[in-house]
């Protein structure tokens, strides 16, 4: 099938299995350790905190990380994140398994693995385009790349419900510390030649620079980090008060909040799949336009729906919305960047994207704590809309002033 055709690299298709049973895994220990934190202390502040703390390093870590792996052998460097992850998830499943129930080190261990994904995942995404040798199927394979994150995002938690109630807690973290092993066998299964830097005679800090001024210089690339850190602050936190949604608004219960959940994820999926069959990357800035349009009008709707169907209708479209601007916007910078700058421009875009969302999450808790959950949400709609605006704007004028120079040259 076209959708699939990036299975035809072997390289792409190890990758693939690895990713998909590593990120399963991982959303089980996710919605464990929140299920464990809660059952421990019942604080709604120490869950945030646990989340912030896996969060917040990529917001201060990545373009570092990105200045680091730029100076390195990329597939080295994640064959080493996934082992320290590794290690990561094996003290968490041995605390849980011993029943050392200290919050302090689950805090700390939840920072460690926040400090190893700033690494991980600008490490992974900049090694993207090494997995297909035609570079036209790039967008399909980071398309794909996309469908089974959102996947495990859909099934972990509904697998971790289920093994919590039945094998208990411990299972579900040993259980994401065995799913690193198909990860590593596939890893050196994998024949990548990558090829290497010129040894550089100038220190990593002075690269870090380097990086941000590049990124700085290539005006779409920015202006689309631009876009996606106000729509990562302000619009994509919205999914922080589904609870609120599910539980107070709609008066249901735990299988309502999943209804939530599973309709957002449906809309992902179907556009990873729309993002897959595409082919043509001179449209990847007309589909984020678009799918900005969409997840603003999406989030708006949700704000507005008394009704659960419509409510869920709008979780549909800001899914489809939502994971259309994050991959195109991802597509471009991978299909774009210069190759000597393209882990140090894709660590901007996981800043812009991982690093700032923590932030914004709470910075809705706090307006839902002064405001009412709809008009909070229904601002975020808006906010969305006015943030693909100014965007649009922007390119306007840049367009008109390259039209001016080239006239103005002639």
């Given at each position: 099938?076209?959708?699939f055709?990036?299975?035809?690299?072997?390289?792409?298709k190890l990758?693939?299995?690895?990713?998909s049973?590593?990120?399963l895994g991982?959303?089980?220990?996710?919605t464990?350790?929140?299920?464990?934190?809660?059952?421990?202390t019942?604080s709604a502040?120490?869950l945030g905190?646990v989340?912030?703390?896996?969060?917040?390093p990529?917001?201060?870590?990545?373009?570092?990380?990105?200045?680091?792996?730029d100076r390195?052998?990329?597939?080295k460097?994640?064959?080493n994140?996934?082992?320290?992850?590794?290690?990561?998830a094996?003290?968490?499943?041995a605390l849980?398994?011993?029943q050392v129930y200290?919050i302090?080190?689950?805090?700390?261990l939840?920072?460690?693995q926040g400090?190893?994904?700033?690494f991980d995942?600008?490490?992974?995404q900049?090694?993207?385009?090494?997995?297909?040798d035609?570079?036209?199927?790039?967008?399909?394979a980071?398309a794909?790349?996309s469908?089974i994150t959102?996947?495990a995002?859909?099934?972990g938690?509904a697998?971790?419900?289920?093994?919590?109630?039945?094998?208990?807690?411990d299972?579900?973290?040993i259980?994401?510390?065995f799913?690193f092993v198909?990860?590593l066998?596939?890893?050196?299964?994998?024949k990548?030649n990558v090829?290497p830097?010129a040894k550089?005679q100038k220190?990593?800090?002075?690269e870090?620079k380097e990086?941000?001024d590049y990124?700085?210089?290539e005006?779409q690339i920015?202006?689309?980090?631009v876009?996606?850190?106000?729509s990562?602050?302000?619009v994509i936190?919205?999914?922080t008060?589904m609870?609120?949604?599910a539980k107070?608004?709609f008066?249901?219960?735990s299988?309502t909040?999943s209804l939530f959940?599973?309709?957002i994820?449906?809309g992902?999926l179907?556009s990873a799949v729309?993002?897959?069959?595409?082919?043509?990357?001179n449209?990847?800035?007309?589909?984020?336009?678009?799918a900005?349009?969409?997840?603003?009008a999406?989030?708006l709707?949700l704000a507005?729906?008394?009704?659960l169907p419509?409510?869920l209708?709008?979780m549909?479209?800001s899914?489809?919305?939502?994971?259309a601007q994050t991959?195109?916007?991802?597509?471009?910078i991978?299909?774009?960047a210069a190759?000597a700058?393209?882990?140090?421009?894709?660590s901007?875009?996981?800043?812009?994207?991982?690093?700032?969302?923590?932030?914004?999450?709470l910075?809705i808790g706090?307006l839902a704590e002064?405001?009412?959950?709809?008009e909070v949400?229904?601002?975020e709609g808006?906010?969305?809309?006015?943030?693909i605006?100014?965007y649009?704007?922007?390119?306007k004028?840049?367009k008109e002033n390259?039209?001016?120079?080239?006239l103005?040259?002639a």
């Amino acid at each position: 099938m076209d959708a699939f055709r990036s299975f035809k690299y072997k390289n792409f298709k190890l990758f693939f299995y690895g990713q998909s049973i590593s990120l399963l895994g991982t959303w089980i220990q996710k919605t464990a350790v929140v299920w464990l934190v809660y059952r421990l202390t019942g604080s709604a502040l120490l869950l945030g905190i646990v989340s912030f703390v896996s969060l917040i390093p990529s917001l201060l870590l990545s373009p570092y990380a990105g200045s680091y792996i730029d100076r390195h052998d990329r597939f080295k460097v994640m064959k080493n994140t996934q082992k320290l992850a590794m290690l990561q998830a094996g003290l968490l499943a041995a605390l849980v398994y011993f029943q050392v129930y200290n919050i302090s080190i689950i805090i700390l261990l939840s920072l460690l693995q926040g400090i190893i994904n700033a690494f991980d995942v600008t490490c992974r995404q900049s090694l993207m385009v090494e997995l297909v040798d035609d570079k036209a199927d790039l967008p399909n394979a980071i398309a794909l790349n996309s469908t089974i994150t959102n996947l495990a995002r859909v099934a972990g938690p509904a697998i971790a419900g289920i093994i919590l109630s039945t094998l208990g807690e411990d299972f579900c973290f040993i259980s994401n510390f065995f799913s690193f092993v198909p990860v590593l066998i596939c890893l050196y299964l994998m024949k990548i030649n990558v090829q290497p830097s010129a040894k550089s005679q100038k220190d990593i800090w002075h690269e870090l620079k380097e990086g941000l001024d590049y990124v700085i210089s290539e005006k779409q690339i920015v202006s689309l980090i631009v876009l996606l850190t106000a729509s990562s602050l302000f619009v994509i936190p919205f999914t922080t008060l589904m609870p609120v949604f599910a539980k107070d608004l709609f008066n249901g219960t735990s299988g309502t909040f999943s209804l939530f959940e599973s309709a957002i994820g449906l809309g992902s999926l179907i556009s990873a799949v729309y993002m897959a069959r595409l082919k043509d990357t001179n449209k990847l800035t007309q589909v984020t336009v678009v799918a900005s349009v969409l997840f603003g009008a999406g989030v708006l709707i949700l704000a507005v729906s008394n009704h659960l169907p419509l409510a869920l209708i709008g979780m549909v479209i800001s899914g489809v919305g939502m994971m259309a601007q994050t991959s195109s916007i991802n597509t471009y910078i991978q299909t774009n960047a210069a190759p000597a700058m393209r882990a140090r421009t894709i660590s901007y875009y996981v800043m812009a994207y991982l690093g700032v969302t923590p932030i914004g999450s709470l910075l809705i808790g706090f307006l839902a704590e002064h405001l009412k959950t709809r008009e909070v949400v229904a601002l975020e709609g808006v906010l969305g809309l006015v943030i693909i605006a100014a965007y649009m704007v922007y390119q306007k004028q840049v367009k008109e002033n390259s039209n001016k120079a080239v006239l103005k040259a002639a």
